[in-house]
């Protein structure tokens, strides 16, 4: 949930608080309740609840004499934003500052310990353990590389942890399943959380293993293994585009993100569909045989993505189920070597995910991630990967990352099962051009305005319509922080039709092709009501009596429809948000990329 | 090109919506209708970035999304900021709109005309310390339908006209000005005049006091579409003069699939993820935009089809510009210019234009179109319909 960022480098090329204050507001998605900065050999901190705005006011207007430094922006899992509680922290004497993200699960422990030998902790939260430790150690007559593997061997729980120390122009880091990569630059070494925080300095990344330490200086970096033994890392280049970073004339990165859903769904279709074999290939997973069961793990959007895709399966032969990767669990669902586990993370950091991974791993099934992110933790701990190629997305909301999840998803399903159709592969080439006629034409802005101040959304579908009235409804809630329910639309009449009265929209997934009947049913129902009915459906001729409003999308096939009705329901919540002032890119309480259980 | 170049931003104009070009601008703006298989805004773009331009400010606004979408916050390395101008008031507003984006001495240029490199860097070379702007010109032998410029013999502007019809020498103005901050306060200096007003004002301003007002005579390569079908002639132009290559050995990309059986002659131009059918004949003088699929033995000429069209088997299609995700169904007929072309009240006769089909036209197979049909946006033509004429958009034609 937090995010680090650590720099080395010659100050007269490039000053380490202008490095660090970039990084940290490349990294601000990932939590934002307070952040953070120190800088060594003085080791000087300046930290702040609130935005990085208010962190950059107490920053110093001189340049600082510094050749090292870290910075942090917190999202609160352990004591409630304040200025105390922003990282980084110090031991007693500010001779070492230390920033973390993840959880120490014996910290309480660790701290009574501490201060039974005189430690004076200034917050109340878990990483502060870890300067006094490494101060505790110190204090021994350790040196800081020594001092700082001491005190990382006490802890449990998940960390990426940086530190600097007083007298030493270099940063000491290290992870265990929480992400941290490094960076290396003609002028210095970067770490952070994640790639983008550094992508404007360089794109030359070592991906830093689970118990590997790292020390970088301005000449570059050092990493040793859990032993101290010296490892021969391999750099890697990534090819993001850094400036993919800024929002290019869009008001939010939501927005920016659901315009670019046509560029997202071509980078992720190149070269998958076959059109003269009538197929579809996916080069990364060739070797990957037809699954015999399949279980998704996933969280939140990716789980919805992950309801859409084991109905692919199903109806294609395979016995798929979907879980809550936080609910997942080994011992209560069969799995072995003959299931296929699939972990779908836009981030391939979530943690609840990538535990249901190493669950699944542990008991000898075979793992694939679906992932955005190249290099992440997913996509290098899993048997299998298969990227869906988004581009970077920085909005919390997710939107071109579950569009292309589907899309991806739809044509996993095929490539693993052999079962296709001509109208199969022309259905996945015409979705760009059909999003794109979407975002041309979408009436969604109208229709927010009309609803905006109604007491609650209920979205309703059927069949592979029925995830995407989740999604909408979750789209809705994280960034309008307004009342939305999801239902599949048959349960309806079992409970959730006593909420429905003339001030609660109802949007419902009208598919022309697929229990179009029935859903008109379920229309009536609410009309009866007096609830207004939006319907977002490619059949217009077909509901517009009974619904008050209609979002269309082009005739497509029906495997496909959730995936084009969705984009309508992502400009639904956006405009919804905007009209009510929301903080779209960055809504209240959540992350991006949650590494947190 | 000229590498020591000074001038390091540009404005580029690209907020109208070019309503001469409709109906392929219901949904974007001129700027990025399709040069060869790629928007004009582009070409605009690389020969700006070719020019030693290293900042690229863009003024967008009718349709801002699609030009937003299309080239992100940096293109080939080079930093886009974009400046929204809400209203179309003119390009003097536009400029204006952007003047707290660029520092000192700027290339502010039209981004709905392909200009190459070379008319850019001759303007800039012929910028000095002593002139407050340089206008890039052309020698043309009809300058009637465009801007005029008149130079005295040590290449100094002495005035500037639109659509000049009183038989003097001038010269065409190719859109592309070098401009100093003193050049916008002279656009600002115009700017109380009601409803819109132009750049040009500003710099016939500067003419009128007698401030120094360069003309660089370029001979570099400017095209300009005026309506949809010039469209065709653009690519040609792009083709011939080699700022395109067309004769690649290798067509298109490694995405794009070309049958064995189909015959690909030379200039072509296929983009990436395509598909050619067996037995398709593609070219001379085709431009295939993005994920456009051809279907067996269909036959191409002198056409230029946009992203995400399909074409489908056995049919024939000459002299034809799309749109994008635009079917032409089997066997269906555009057999090519000359046609008569009517635009409202107006006909321009003999067109080398077989037919346009604006956005998402469905045709569904077997039609036949009589040379110069103009179809508008999302038409759904029914099998067996010959089309003639201009046909409104989101209809449903039967014969």
Known sequence: MCGIIGYAGTQANRPVLEVLSNGLSRLEYRGYDSAGIAVAPEVSVYKRKGELEDLEETLPDAPVDALAGIGHTRWSTHGPPSDENAHPHTDCEDRVAVVHNGIIENYRELRDELEEVGHIFDSETDTEVVPHLIEAALEQGADPGSAFRQAIERLEGSYAVAAVFRGREEVYATRYQSPLVLGLDEDGALLASDVPAFLEYTDEVVYLEDGQFATIRPSGIEVRDQLGALVDVSVETVDWDPEDAGKSGYDHYMLKEIYEQPRSIRECLRGRPQPFEESVSIEELEDLPRPAEMHFVACGTSYHASLYATRLFRERGVRATAFLASEYDVETVPVDEETLVVGVTQSGETADTLRALRTANGVGARTLAVTNVVGSSAARETDHTMYIRAGPEIGVAATKTFATQQAALAMLSSALTGECSREFVESLRALPDQIQSILDDSRAEEIAEEYVHADAYFFIGRGYSAPVALEGALKMKEITYRHAEGFAAGELKHGPLALVTERTPVFALVNGDSNAEKMLGNVTEVEARGAPVVAVTDDPGFVETHADHVLSVPDTHWRFFPILANVQLQLLAYWVANRLGRSIDKPRNLAKSVTVE | ?399
């Open chain 2, 1 to 399: 090109m000229d590498t020591d170049m000074s001038v390091s931003s540009a404005v580029i104009l690209a907020a109208g919506e070019g309503k001469r070009l409709r109906p392929l601008t219901k949904y974007r703006p001129k700027p990025m209708l399709p040069a060869a298989t790629k928007p004009i805004l582009e070409h605009v773009f690389d020969q700006l970035i070719d020019a030693g331009i290293s900042e690229l400010v863009v003024v967008v606004g009718y349709r801002h999304e699609r030009v937003q979408s299309h080239f992100g916050s940096t293109y080939r390395n080079v930093p886009v900021t974009y400046v929204f101008q809400e209203k179309q008031l003119g390009t003097g507003h536009a400029l204006l709109l952007a003047e707290s984006e660029v520092d000192g001495t700027s290339v502010v240029i039209n981004g709905d005309q392909l200009v190459d490199s070379r008319i850019i860097s001759d303007a800039v070379g012929e910028h000095d310390s002593a002139a407050t702007a340089t206008m890039a010109l052309l020698q043309r032998s009809n300058v009637e339908p465009y801007g005029g410029v008149l130079i005295d013999e040590d290449g100094i502007v002495t005035k500037i006209t639109e659509n000049p019809r009183d038989g003097h020498d001038y010269h065409l103005n190719a859109g592309v000005y070098v401009l100093e901050p003193a050049a916008f306060d002279a656009v600002r200096a115009v700017e109380s005049q009601i409803g819109e007003h132009s750049l040009l004002d500003g710099l016939s301003k500067l003419v009128d006091e007698g401030e120094i007002v360069h003309g660089a005579v370029s001979e570099g390569l400017w095209v300009d579409a005026t309506y949809p079908w010039d469209l065709l002639d653009v690519s040609s132009a792009l083709f011939d003069t080699g700022v395109v290559n067309g004769n690649s050995k290798i067509v298109g990309h490694e995405t794009t699939t070309v049958h064995d059986t189909a015959v690909i002659s030379e200039p072509v131009l296929i983009d990436r993820d395509c598909v050619v059918g067996p037995g398709a004949v593609v070219g001379p003088y085709v431009c295939l935009g993005e994920n456009t699929t051809i279907g067996s033995n269909a036959v191409l000429e002198r056409s230029v089809v946009d992203n995400d069209t399909t074409i489908g088997a056995n049919a024939t299609v000459v002299d034809c510009v799309t749109g994008t995700g635009v079917e032409i169904g089997p066997g269906s007929t555009i057999p090519g210019g000359p046609g008569d072309v009517r635009v409202g009240d107006t006909v321009y006769e003999d067109e080398a234009l077989g037919a346009l089909l604006a956005d998402r036209v469905v045709d569904r197979g077997g039609v036949d179109y009589v040379p110069g049909a103009l179809v508008g946006p999302e038409t759904d033509i029914q099998t067996g319909t010959t089309v003639r004429g201009t046909l409104a958009g989101g209809t449903e034609v039967r014969s």
